[in-house]
């Protein structure tokens, strides 16, 4: 069985300031690691995905998480964010059919001027 | 590309009532699942559908249950609803392939 910790709930950060949200996880098998991003009154879209390769992943918007087998961990980073980027951050772990995602209990990013 | 559409988007029920929620995949994808969001339990997977075959299960009761239509349709249907059922139901569809699930915005059951 699988499970994640996201530590914290909610992360309060200025605008252009740097920001890391934080994804542990546990599985006893080879696992996949998301991030979706979820905005008010809508429903999940991905963020950015590891599957194999690389350990450091980029989105388009300028996000980025590595993959650290060793702590177990898949911290999600963004340099300078946005007021945009204001939303809730899932983190999520698959085994390797992908029949199930198992989610993080989410933080949310709050962003002020 | 259409999206994931799920409907109802918003319905209200009352304890003991039965509820039928409907989710259309994006087109060529055969893999359907299920999740509820709610602020105290996060979200929760529900269960997946392949070719109209459920291949996997969470851990909720036998009140909720789902299938899946030959043309990868899929619903979900809770029987006498109690309070605690108030959630944010959200389905997505995925290839299977790239592990990218692709969710509808979901239905907002709210049991009085």
């Known amino acids: 069985a699988q499970s994640v910790t996201q530590l914290d709930s909610q992360v309060p950060v200025f605008e252009e300031a740097p920001v890391e949200l934080r994804c542990n996880y546990s599985?006893?098998?080879?696992?996949?690691l998301f991030w979706y991003v979820q905005y008010p009154n809508q429903g999940l879209q991905l963020l950015l995905k590891?599957?194999?390769?690389?350990?450091l992943v980029e989105s388009i918007n300028g996000f980025e998480a590595e993959f650290n087998k060793s702590q177990t961990s898949f911290h999600l980073r963004k340099p300078s964010v946005h007021i945009s980027d204001t939303a809730e951050y899932f983190c999520?772990?698959?085994?390797?059919?992908?029949?199930?995602?198992?989610f993080g209990t989410g933080t949310r990013l709050l962003v002020s001027p | 590309k259409a999206g994931v559409t799920q409907t109802p988007r918003y319905l209200i029920k009352t304890r003991g009532q039965q509820v039928t929620l409907s989710c259309s995949p994006i087109s060529g994808h055969r893999s359907v699942s299920w999740y509820q969001q709610t602020p105290g339990q996060g979200l929760q997977f529900l269960f997946e559908?392949?070719?109209?075959?459920?291949?996997n299960k969470g851990n909720f009761p036998g009140r909720f249950s789902g299938r899946q239509f030959s043309n990868s349709r899929s619903e979900m249907n809770v029987s006498t609803l109690e309070l605690g059922d108030s959630a944010l139901y959200l389905c997505a569809s995925t290839t299977g392939q790239t592990g990218e699930l692709f969710f509808g915005e979901g239905s907002r059951l709210t049991v009085l």
């Open positions: 590891y599957l194999s390769g690389s350990t």
């Open positions: 999520a772990v698959s085994d390797r059919s992908f029949q199930k995602l198992v």
């Open positions: 599985s006893s098998v080879s696992v996949y």
């Open positions: 559908y392949f070719s109209e075959t459920q291949r």
